[in-house]
């Protein structure tokens, strides 16, 4: 996984944070894993458990929740994690998060030295969980995280679902294999969408470039339109200032690419378009693969490369191998593009697959 650097300090209170909107928390009182609070024209999910975290969740009433059945390997499985999600309620706002605060210990069953996973680490949606926001090493004692959000977590126009991976259990003679929080705490707010202002973004890959095209409304006369591109998403950099509605990026190589525009008024004040990504894939020309995918809005577009004629499939499934689209291409040669309407899909890491000529092509994308 590629890591982002966040602020982590154990045991440490959250001065940071005073004054700071409370988007979501969950205090875990009761027998109940909702959230206890959201913020104004937010929504939050209870918090659950991966596939492969295989025990029963337990309740204190007072002090925590947890579940046994974590792995004992020192590596992440991508299956094994605590999970939950924060949205703005409506398409009429986007979501801004800032911060997070997770108080976290393993169980304190057993000998001295405790039972349950003895690492943490978590990660999100917004990149398909490839980043790690942050992490930790566990005791049998309540540490308080705060994490730091990055700037792709601003200015969201659909939720964000975290994951907290845990791991590299050891269960202690009468022990418990128990991952515990007594709270989670997500800073932000929901601001309502200005109709007045708006940049729609679009980009189009192939194996050479990226194709971005846009449209802005209701900025005012002196507007500073500034491209951007970044590999993490978090991280922008600045490629040229732009005036027209048209670029193309021809030093992309290999791999995912974040493109997004930022607005610099007169005043002062900015305005970013929502972020788009595109998959360059580094297929040589001889082989049947996918080079690109990129998602505008309900569409999927896919960069392939046919080297010859004959019958080509072309499908989509989740991650657990669910299929969810499948077409047959025949008659095609060389570098083509395919236009999928994928329709309402929950917001996830999908995998399209082509087979044919000799060979089958992957990628996954984030819709």
């Known amino acids: 996984m590629k890591t982002i650097t966040v602020l982590v300090i154990a045991g440490l209170c959250v001065s940071a944070n005073t004054g700071a909107?409370?988007?979501?928390?969950?205090?875990?009182?009761?027998?109940?894993?909702?959230?206890?609070?959201?913020?104004?024209?937010?929504?939050?999910?209870?918090?659950?458990?991966?596939?492969?975290?295989?025990?029963?969740?337990?309740?204190?009433?007072?002090?925590?929740?947890?579940?046994?059945g974590w792995p004992a390997s020192a590596t992440i499985d991508p299956n094994a994690y605590m999970t939950f999600t924060v949205s703005p309620a409506s398409s009429s706002f986007n979501l801004t998060l800032t911060s997070m605060t997770i108080y976290l210990r393993r169980?304190?069953?057993?000998?001295?030295?405790?039972?349950?996973p003895q690492n943490w680490q978590m990660s999100s949606s917004v990149d398909g969980y490839t980043s790690v926001l942050a992490s930790g090493t566990l005791t049998t004692s309540y540490q308080t995280?705060?994490?730091?959000?990055p700037a792709a977590f601003s200015n969201l126009s659909s939720g964000v679902t975290f994951r907290i991976y845990a791991d590299n259990e050891v269960t202690?003679?009468?022990g418990s294999n128990r991952f515990i929080t007594d709270g989670i705490t997500v800073y932000g707010s929901?601001?309502?969408?200005?109709?007045?202002?708006?940049?729609?973004?679009?980009?189009?890959?192939?194996?050479?470039?990226?194709d971005l095209q846009w449209q802005t409304i209701g900025f005012g006369e002196g507007t500073t339109f500034l491209l951007q591109r970044s590999t993490d998403g978090a991280q922008f950099t600045n490629l040229e200032s732009v005036s027209g509605n048209t670029a193309i990026d021809n030093t992309v190589t290999a791999g995912q690419w974040?493109?997004?525009?930022?607005?610099?008024?007169?005043?002062?004040?900015?305005?970013?378009?929502?972020?788009?990504?595109?998959?360059?894939?580094?297929?040589?020309?001889?082989?049947?693969?996918?080079?690109?995918?990129s998602v505008q809005g309900s569409l999927v577009r896919t960069f392939l490369h046919l080297p010859?004629?004959?019958?080509?499939?072309?499908?989509?499934?989740?991650?657990?191998?669910?299929?969810?689209?499948?077409?047959?291409?025949?008659?095609?040669?060389?570098?083509?593009?395919?236009?999928?309407?994928?329709?309402?899909?929950?917001?996830?890491?999908?995998?399209?697959?082509l087979v044919g000529g000799g060979a089958t092509s992957s990628r996954e994308f984030v819709y």
């Open 190 to 210: 929901a601001n309502a969408i200005l109709a007045t202002e708006s940049i729609d973004l679009t980009a189009t890959g192939n194996a050479q470039a990226v």
């Open 107 to 116: 169980s304190t069953t057993g000998t001295a030295a405790g039972s349950g």
């Open 258 to 293: 974040f493109y997004r525009i930022e607005a610099q008024s007169t005043d002062g004040s900015s305005y970013f378009s929502p972020i788009v990504t595109v998959t360059i894939n580094g297929n040589s020309a001889g082989v049947a693969g996918i080079r690109g995918v």
């Open 172 to 174: 202690t003679s009468g």
């Open 21 to 68: 909107q409370t988007a979501a928390a969950w205090n875990f009182t009761g027998n109940s894993a909702n959230a206890n609070t959201t913020g104004a024209n937010i929504t939050a999910t209870a918090v659950t458990f991966g596939p492969d975290v295989t025990g029963g969740a337990a309740f204190n009433g007072t002090d925590y929740y947890g579940i046994n």
């Open 145 to 149: 995280f705060p994490v730091t959000l």
């Open 308 to 353: 010859d004629g004959g019958t080509y499939q072309l499908s989509i499934r989740t991650m657990d191998g669910q299929p969810l689209y499948r077409t047959e291409m025949s008659g095609e040669t060389g570098d083509i593009t395919t236009d999928i309407g994928f329709g309402t899909r929950a917001h996830a890491v999908y995998v399209v697959t």
